[in-house]
């Protein structure tokens, strides 16, 4: 009996989402933040999309967002030219990291201590969290707008990519440039998976796939519209990606066969990335929505719930999919 | 036609009247530090947290009279960007985060009515 998949619309902010990002299994399960044009970034449960609460104080489109590894702290990077930290936990803000243009990126080492970030200034900037006063260290070398920036290989290396089409690796404690990749044109997003060190770069239509060590290609694979954001599955069986058609393709990444498409996004998709767990991938969208797609199309998870097909005759239908007075539009 | 996947519900959406972070779920009861600096560290003397409380308290009080003090009076404030206003007070939030004043004299004129974000305020001044 063929499933079709059903995607879990989280409704709340008012513009694009242009980010989010899944925190590591916590006791408490996992959670979800996006980053929203309407300056109020929202933490959610990861696994069924519940609001738990909005970060408040941003004066400006929020660019990038990011959770640290056990969803205690939060980061996100504003048009207000300022990086934000917060407690994930309470949602108060706990420090303010004033920058001289637009923030685009935030990402927390594995320890929490340091964040680095990037933007419009074309500087990466390294802070030491336990030291906020202290000036941060800064990596000059690219030359246009930093898009995304990131930790890698153990935090001993930094990844960036640019508007200037290269993506570079820098060492954190030299602050040098290790290797630069030049594309024709600039990358639309960058995803790191340390456990495999692999490097997932989107461009035009490409979902390209590098050692995150060596900057060496690994594959790459061609999508039938323009791709935003692709993300890999921890299990590196499947990739999704999705871009300006408004849908998600989901591809096989040994055979790069594209296995399924899902519509449902009412605009661009800016941003996907799957759970820790695989089980479910997360995008967001320039129609202001996040949406959750199963992995496993029919399996009993989160808010999924699985029907053997003896029920399917007696239930009725209506009280399976019928909203509840109380969800807002 | 495949069938779609049931769902049990959709995901909850934000509350229209709160910033969230639930201050009664469990992850919050287990991991948000209490906000008293000396109840956090791990021998914490009862003599010194009585005596912190009770200067907390003693602070609050008077912050909260001021507030009282204030209403309807010709208040002046010293905000970010060496802004400074002149405005009648009216009230606050419950949270500090908006007073609520009439007649704001501002550079471009006198708004009738203004709610001032307490953020950008550095101090403000008024006669008793």
């Known amino acids: 009996?063929?499933?079709?998949?059903?995607?879990l619309t989280c409704s709340g902010h008012t513009r694009p989402v242009v980010d989010l990002a899944f925190s590591g299994i916590t006791p408490y399960g996992y959670f979800l933040i996006s980053a929203c044009k309407d300056g109020k970034p929202m933490l959610r449960q990861g696994d069924?999309?519940?609001w738990i609460?909005?970060?408040?104080?941003?004066?400006?489109?929020?660019?990038?967002?990011?959770?640290?590894?056990?969803?205690?702290?939060a980061a996100t990077a504003a048009a207000d030219?300022?990086?934000?930290?917060?407690?994930?936990?309470?949602?108060d803000e706990v420090l303010s990291l004033a920058h001289k243009h637009i923030v685009k990126s935030v990402n927390f080492t594995q320890d929490s201590n340091c964040l680095l970030t990037g933007g419009n200034d074309k500087l990466l900037r390294i802070?030491?969290?336990?030291?906020?006063?202290?000036?941060?260290?800064?990596?000059a070398g690219h030359s246009s707008a930093i898009k995304k920036s990131l930790w890698c290989n153990n935090d001993s290396q930094i990844l960036s990519a640019a508007e200037d089409k290269t993506v570079r690796l820098w060492d954190s404690r030299s602050m040098e440039e290790v290797k630069t990749l030049t594309f024709d044109t600039s990358v639309s997003s960058m995803e790191y998976l340390a456990d495999g060190e692999i490097l997932v770069i989107t461009y035009g239509k490409t979902i390209a796939f590098y050692n995150a060590l060596s900057l060496d290609l690994i594959q790459m694979v061609e999508a039938p519209a323009s791709i935003n954001s692709a993300s890999l599955h921890p299990e590196k069986d499947f990739f999704v990606a999705g871009g300006d058609d408004f849908k998600l393709y989901k591809f096989d990444y040994s055979t790069k066969e594209e296995l399924e498409s899902y519509k449902g996004h009412f605009g661009p998709v800016h941003c996907v990335r799957f759970s820790p767990d695989g089980e479910l991938y997360a995008s967001g969208s320039e129609d202001g929505t996040l949406r959750l797609w199963q992995t496993a199309v029919g399996k009993t998870y989160g808010l999924w719930k699985c029907v053997l097909p003896e029920d399917l005759g007696t239930e009725n239908s209506e009280q399976l999919y019928s909203s509840t007075p109380e969800i807002k539009a | 036609m495949a069938t779609p996947v049931p769902v049990l519900r959709l995901p909850k959406g934000p509350d229209p009247n709160s910033r969230g972070f639930d201050p009664n779920s469990p992850r919050f009861i287990a991991l948000c530090r209490t906000s008293i600096p000396t109840s956090a560290a791990a021998e914490s003397d009862p003599q010194q947290l009585?005596?912190?409380?009770?200067?907390?308290?003693?602070l609050r009080e008077s912050f909260l009279r001021c507030l009282l003090a204030m209403s309807n009076k010709k208040v002046r404030f010293h905000m970010h960007e060496k802004v400074n206003v002149e405005a009648t007070f009216g009230a606050s939030d419950?949270?500090?985060?908006?007073?609520?004043?009439?007649?704001?004299?501002?550079?471009?004129?006198?708004?009738?009515e203004a709610l001032i974000r307490s953020q950008d305020v550095i101090s403000f001044t008024f006669d008793v």
Do not use: C
Not at chain 1, 81 to 91: I, L, N, P, Q
Not at chain 2, 95 to 111: A, C, E, R
């Open chain 1, 1 to 7: 009996m063929a499933m079709r998949q059903t995607p």
């Open chain 1, 48 to 50: 069924t999309g519940d």
């Open chain 1, 53 to 73: 609460g909005t970060f408040l104080g941003h004066k400006g489109a929020v660019w990038g967002a990011t959770l640290n590894t056990d969803a205690t702290k």
């Open chain 1, 81 to 91: 030219f300022t990086a934000k930290v917060w407690d994930a936990v309470s949602g």
């Open chain 1, 127 to 139: 802070y030491d969290l336990s030291k906020p006063d202290a000036a941060p260290q800064e990596i």
């Open chain 2, 50 to 58: 009585q005596e912190e409380q009770h200067a907390r308290s003693v």
């Open chain 2, 94 to 112: 419950i949270d500090v985060l908006n007073f609520q004043v009439s007649d704001l004299h501002t550079p471009i004129g006198v708004q009738k």
